[in-house]
């Protein structure tokens, strides 16, 4: 019986990944059925950097064909989110009023209302739809990428709230958002925590990589090993480990109880869970539990030389 060869780290090329598990099929795309589009993946984590990858991905085009249609409602529930709130309170430290910011990935403008007219705010988006929501609720100046600023852009702050996970290599975007930067600029990147305690755990039935638009998943021993590895011309000032969600003490317990039910039958923990909520007319989609169990986030501030 043939085996399939091991693929390199799209982050430091390393050649013997560790392969985690199987990835569920979640059928849905950025909030719209991608059923039969997506492939079969699996989660491997390299042991030279750190970083947990998907493998295999689509290609470029085809993701961004994805994300054109992506659900203008999706990403968009700011209940309970915490990475904004430390966003806020990191650029506030950080940062003088009337600072020049960017919202990378900035969907249909939650962070960017909640920044309201204390900076000079842009975002980028790349569903239209998104962005034209961005544009009306924050009236901030949304393109559709990094290439449609013009060319002398700069800015003093960069922000990448849970973003930095869907691009396959996430070293070389940071380079891209680092190159926006004044010298002295902040880049703050906020995402999952690649090596949070229970996501080694549950390995490739953790909550986050779920999802199948992201594709990568990195830490802050992923973040020094490639800033030392790139030559990047920024440095890590902050690392600040933070839960993804807010929970009260009960809804812990039963969100304890859940995972445990699925780590141990997934198979049966969606199927008995999609049948309750389509009792209780919430719908089919049965997504893993686990968010806000564990700080398995992490705010990554990095500084440009200058």
Request: overall charge positive; aromatic content about 8%; glycine content about 10%.
């Amino acid at each position: 019986m043939s085996t399939l060869p091991l693929p390199t780290c799209p982050s430091c090329a390393g050649s013997a990944p560790h392969r985690i598990g199987v990835l569920p099929d979640a059928g849905v795309f950025a909030g719209r059925d991608a059923s039969g589009t997506l492939p079969v993946s699996s989660l491997y984590r390299c042991p030279g950097c750190g970083l947990l990858f998907r493998h295999p991905v689509l290609s470029a085009d085809q993701y961004a064909e994805l994300y054109g249609k992506a659900a203008s409602t999706c990403w968009s529930d700011e209940s309970g989110r915490s990475d904004w709130a430390l966003i806020e309170d990191y650029l506030a430290r950080t940062v003088t009023a009337g600072a020049r910011v960017l919202d990378f990935g900035c969907h249909t403008g939650g962070l960017l209302k909640r920044l309201d007219t204390r900076y000079e705010t842009t975002g980028v988006e790349v569903n239209a739809l998104a962005a034209r929501i961005a544009r009306q609720e924050s009236g901030a100046a949304v393109v559709d990428g990094l290439g449609s600023l013009p060319g002398d852009a700069k800015f003093d702050a960069v922000l990448a709230a849970d973003v930095i996970e869907h691009f396959p290599d996430p070293g070389r975007q940071l380079a891209t958002l680092i190159d926006v930067l004044v010298p002295g600029g902040m880049l703050v990147v906020t995402t999952g925590n690649a090596d949070a305690f229970l996501w080694r755990i549950a390995g490739a039935r953790w909550w986050y990589c779920y999802f199948p638009e992201h594709l990568a998943f990195i830490s802050e021993r992923w973040m020094r090993d490639w800033l030392r590895r790139s030559g990047s011309g920024a440095h890590l000032v902050q690392a600040i480990a933070f839960r993804h969600r807010r929970l009260s003490p009960l809804r812990r317990v039963v969100e304890s109880g859940l995972l445990l039910a699925y780590l141990a039958a997934p198979g049966l923990y969606a199927r008995l869970v999609g049948r309750l909520r389509r009792v209780f007319g919430r719908g089919a989609t049965v997504y893993p539990p686990g968010s806000g169990l564990t700080r398995d986030h992490v705010l990554l501030a990095l500084r440009k030389t200058g």
